[in-house]
């Protein structure tokens, strides 16, 4: 369900980067709103352990991370 969301005291250089940038993307002022809302609240998709150490580089071998050598 959709809920109406007012916001107030915005300041006019504010207002009118919004306006700016809508006509730039070719939306309306609410339009383009609706837009920055949902990227900042956006969560990128969790990715498990496993699929994060996966998509490490290789980039030695254990004995060139030896802090232990002389």
Same mark, same amino acid.
């Given at each position: 369900? =959709?809920?109406? /969301? #007012?916001?107030?005291? #915005? *300041? *006019?250089?504010v =207002? /009118?980067?919004?306006?700016q940038?809508?006509?730039?993307?070719?939306?309306s002022? *609410? =339009?383009?709103?609706?837009?920055? /809302?949902?990227?900042?609240?956006?969560r !990128?998709?969790?990715? @498990?352990?496993? &699929?994060?150490?996966? @998509?490490? !580089?290789?980039?030695?071998?254990?004995? &060139?991370? &030896?802090?232990?050598? @002389?």
């Amino acid at each position: 369900m =959709a809920t109406n /969301l #007012v916001v107030r005291n #915005v *300041e *006019e250089e504010v =207002a /009118l980067a919004l306006k700016q940038r809508a006509a730039a993307n070719g939306r309306s002022a *609410e =339009a383009e709103h609706h837009e920055i /809302l949902r990227a900042a609240l956006k969560r !990128p998709p969790r990715r @498990s352990v496993a &699929d994060v150490l996966a @998509s490490m !580089p290789n980039v030695g071998e254990d004995a &060139d991370f &030896d802090v232990r050598r @002389s």
